[in-house]
Each structure stands twice: as structure tokens, then as C-alpha cells.
């Protein structure tokens, strides 16, 4: 009867408020008013796009709550800091496992290679918490992310990150030689004008930077904190306007907005002061507010971390397994399931390791996190290096399987573009050299570089290439790729001694972008003396015929055979492009244009493999055995720069050349 009376006490208790000394009212219901915008962005993105912003409302919660729970004992030492991190893991850890674990096992039932691979590569450093970082050197949040069953984890991670930042603001703030509280706050006021400052100056260079990483979000985090560190309470007589005021702001936020719109912290500004405003109206009354106390929404905010944990992986499974969105009946299915997972997830897990009842001993509790973060890592390394567990089919899906995943990283190694920001380029070999080029392109150059980069470091060439995914053809065309842009671009191959440009994109049928490229080539890299060759290669041959997908179905599903492609077919379906291919040569004579055809496409059919292996990943990104195959015209190429630079040298070193240097 006492455990059943205990128990029944802890669930009408604050679920993330567990610690505080005294509950405040109404912040469960704000709670579930976040996590309700997220699901339902999730689970219907067309009904409600602005429902992401949901997380920017749950980091100023998280700030405001960590500072209110534990500052005062932190700073005054009865807390340690080890304790607090302690009641982190046992408040975030034994869900975050559960739902870790579930998804990984349902992953490897359900979901093919490539996407096992996908997954595995956040998976391996989640119980380090690192895995913004992974996701953002994948790419953008709203590209694909239903093929990412961990996405949602990129805010576990930057609240993580955070509490470390949270233990040196202790370490600041301890007797005897503590900060005054207005010097702090005046502080944390700079840290978080900094960061908004810089969120708003990344964004128009990489959104995904800006959306991914905690220097762009402490802003939020530090509204939180700022406000849970004001002992002064706003007046009574205004909080219902503050109160009411805050809530239309979050509600504006979420359903005025949307992923497209232009810069997306004016839209967190209006939740995150919103969320503040709340906050700081349900403090200032402390008395059960009769919205957000409401028993439905009050649950719904207890169990708010459980139903962001377990949502998202069942839509992502859902969606890969069914190969298509889910409609409106299925994703109501998949909400239901989430509920019913984090209802008992909470109840079994997360208030009974909460309270004491199960891992009692911190002892165990670390050591229970350790093996199952052992278990985790062990498995994604596992899944990684065998392409996703490529193993689970015969060999000749196997090998399709593989080849779909045989693509380079996504742009320029992460370590490099850390430690060099401002730079629009990264170097692919170790060559210092006199003679270098400059790959520009979209994914297609990913796949070209490394073979570019090899042969360049035969010939003492060095070979670097775009951070941004922009073609020669689009500079202009908008802010990512604009013709500012390319003039850094430009500036920087200067300082680099770069004097040839290689361009590779995906040229598609019916190509209209000839007036663009001729106006880039012609008003700015041509015009610069600077650049002594452009190449620009002509599409590959592109069809579903190369897509190792193609054949999966074959195989598998007894899905008709693609009709082979021949030589006939690229040039039928190339000839608008390969025509204004021509007319751009014909204007500067440091113009070339690369063939690949030829070397794909041989005695006039083209290859769908090479020795048994997919020249593609897809229908028109080369694999690396197919990059190989285009080794002849990159030694060319590479042949033409180092024999320009080999001859310039000889004339400049000649007597003649030095006997008409010293002439008047």
C-alpha cells in the first residue's frame, strides 16, 4: 500500500520538474504544447510547417528549469557538479536507451542497407551526444529527414552540450570569488545577443549550420537561464497579459510560419519571448492555471520527453518500410503507438529509475549506461562496416545493396571546414604546389574529387574543391550561390596560386542555363587574369538503367528489366546541352569541354557495371568503380595544366625570356 501510495504521489508530480523544490504550475501544459507542435509537424508537414519551432520552445524550458532546480545549490556547493550530472543521467538515460535500442532492432528488421547505413552512422556516436555534428555533415534538416530515424536526437545532443557549458557558469559563480548577479546577467545578456547575432550572419551562409549546432541555439538556452536567475517577480496584476500575450506569440510562431521562411530565428525570437513570458506569468501567480493545468494537457506534458523520443523513429521506420509518406490514417496510427510506448515507457522506465526504485545505486546506473553504450556502438560499427548488414541478402543483392551506398562524403571533411569557416574551399591531396585547380560543383564533383585529386598528386598538381554545392551555371541565381560569393571564391584561389577551374554538375535534358554559365565564365572567372583554364564536363549518361535500385526491384519484387542505354540515346537526349556546351568553348579558347560518354558508353552501349559492380549509386551519380572509369580524361586534363605550367616555367627561365626582362 505505501509503494502503491508513493507511486501514485510520483505521477501527479512535474515529470521534468521532478527535482524542484516546488512545483510550478501551468509549465507541464506549455510542455505538451511544444511536443504537440512537434508531432504533428512530423506526422503531417503539410497541415502544420511551422511546428518545429516546438523544440525552440522546449530549450528555453530546459534552460529556465536547470537553472531553477539546481543553480542556488550548485553555486552554494551543497549539489556537486558530479551530482548533477548524475541526476541528468538518471532523468535522461533510461529512455533515451530504451528508445535507442528499440529503434535499432526494429531498424535492422525493417529498414534496407542503405538506410541501416544511414542510420548506424548517428547511432555510433549517440551515447556521446555528438550526433549534431553527424547530421550536420549530412546535409540540411528538411532534406529527406524521414530517412533518418534518429534526426530528432540533434536537440538531445545540444542540450547536452549545454549542460557542460552549465558546469563552467558554475565554476564562474562559486564563493569566494563569485560574479555579482547583475555582472552575470549582463553577461549571459552578451552570450546570448552574440548568439543570435551569429545564428542570423550562418544562416545566410549554411542554414543547416545555424539549425544543428550550439553557438546558434545558446541564445535560446540563455533566455531560460537569464530568467530563471531573476528573484524578482512580475507584478500579479499583469500576468494573465503576459500570460496570454506569450501563448498567441508561440501559437503565431508555430502556425504563421514555416520552413521556408527567410531567416528562421525572427520565428524563434517570437517563441522563445513568448515561452518567457509564460513562464514568467505562471511564476508570478503560483496558482494552478486553469488552461495548462488541465489533467489531459498536464499528462501530456509529464510524459512530453517520452513522446519526442519515441515519435519520430516509428514515422521514419514507418515511412521507409511503406517506401512512401504516411497518409492521414497511418500517421494517426503512428501517434497512437507513441502515446502507448511513452505512457509505459514513462511509467516503467522513467519514474521508477527517477525515484530510486530500479539502479538505486549510482554505481549501477553508470555501469548499466556504459555497457549498453558499449552494446550501441559496437552494433553501428557493426552495421557500418557491412554496409548495413548487406550480409542478410544472397550475393547478388548484396553487391546492388553495396553499391548504393558507394558514394563520397557529403563536401569537404567536417574537422576542415571547423577550423577554417570563412573558407569557400578545401584541399584533396597534399600537394604544395605552383600548379592548382579548383573543382566547382554540386554531388556529382563529391564523386569525381578523390579521382581528380589522385591523379593531380601524380603530376604535382594540387587539387581543391567548393565547400558549397554550387555549379558554374547557378552563381546569381540566388543568396547560397550568389555572385558575391563567387567572387571569394575567385579571391581565394588567387591567395592559393589557382589557376584552373574544373567544372562538373549535373547537366539536365532541355539544359537553358547556357545565358548564365556564358555570363560567369565570361564577367567573372574569364575576366579574372588570374585563371589560365576552365574545363567543364558534359553530363554523364543518366537513365534508371544504372540505378542499382532498378534492379533490386528486379530481383526482388520481379519488377520489369530496364531497357538498356546506348551511346545514341545520351546523344538524343543530351543534344540541347552538348550544342551549348559548344557555343561556350567557341568563346575563349581557355575553354574545354570533358567527354565522359565515351569512356562509359563503349562499343556504343553504356555499363551498367564494371567486373560484376555498378558503375552508379543511383541513376546518374557514379559509383567509384564507374569514377574509374573516367580516369583517361582526367589524366588528360591533368596532362594539359601540368605540360601549360612545365612550358611557362621553360620560357621564364630561358635566356631570351631574361634578355627581354632587363630591355628598356
Known sequence: MQINRFLLRIFHTHGALDDMKQHMPGLDGLRAIAVAAVLLFHAFPHALPGGFIGVDVFFVLSGYIITRTYFDALRTGSVSLTEFYIKR????????????????????????????????????????????????????????????????????????????????????????????MPLLLGLLALLALGSFAANYIVATVSPKTSFFLLPTRIWELAIGVMLGLQSREVPVRIAPYLKWGGLLAIIAAIGLFDEGAGFQGVQAAIACFGTAAVIAALGAVKSKDRLLDQAGLAYAGRISYSLYLWHWPIISLATIYLGQELGTVQATAALALTWVLSALSYRYVEVPVRSNLHLISNTRLLQSVAVSSIVTVGAAILFI????????????????????????????????????????????????????????????????????????????VGVFLTTRNCNLHQFGSDGYCSNEVLAKILAESKQRNIRNIVGISFFKENFDGEKSLHKTLSEAILNDQGIEHVFIMQVVPNNRYFNPREWIDVRQKGAREPQAYTLTKYLSDNDGLIAALDSIKAMDQRISILDPSPYICVSAMCKFDSGGVPNYFDSHHLSPTGAKLLTPLFTEAISVIANKDSIARKVAASPATVQNKAAP
Open 385 to 460: 562496416r557491412t554496409d548495413g548488414a548487406v550480409y542478410r541478402y544472397a550475393p547478388d543483392l548484396a553487391v546492388l545493396y553495396s553499391a548504393e551506398q558507394q558514394r563520397s562524403p557529403y563536401r569537404c571533411p567536417v574537422l576542415d571546414r571547423i577550423i577554417h569557416p570563412a573558407s569557400e574551399m578545401c584541399q584533396r591531396n597534399d600537394v604544395e604546389s605552383d600548379v592548382n585547380l579548383l573543382i566547382i560543383g554540386d554531388s556529382h564533383a563529391d564523386q569525381l574529387d578523390e579521382l581528380i585529386a589522385r591523379l593531380g598528386a601524380g603530376r604535382n
Open 89 to 180: 543521467f538518471r532523468r535522461l538515460a533510461p529512455a533515451y536507451i530504451l528508445v535507442l535500442a528499440a529503434t535499432t532492432i526494429a531498424a535492422y528488421v525493417l529498414i534496407p542497407p542503405l538506410y541501416l547505413k544511414n542510420f548506424s552512422e548517428s547511432l555510433v556516436v549517440q551515447p556521446f551526444y555528438l550526433q549534431n555534428f553527424v547530421f550536420w555533415s549530412q546535409g540540411d534538416y528538411f532534406e529527406s529527414p524521414l530517412t533518418k530515424p534518429l534526426l530528432h536526437t540533434w536537440s538531445l545532443a545540444v542540450e547536452e552540450q549545454f549542460y557542460l557549458l552549465y558546469g563552467l557558469l558554475i565554476l564562474l559563480v562559486r564563493r569566494p570569488t563569485s560574479l555579482s
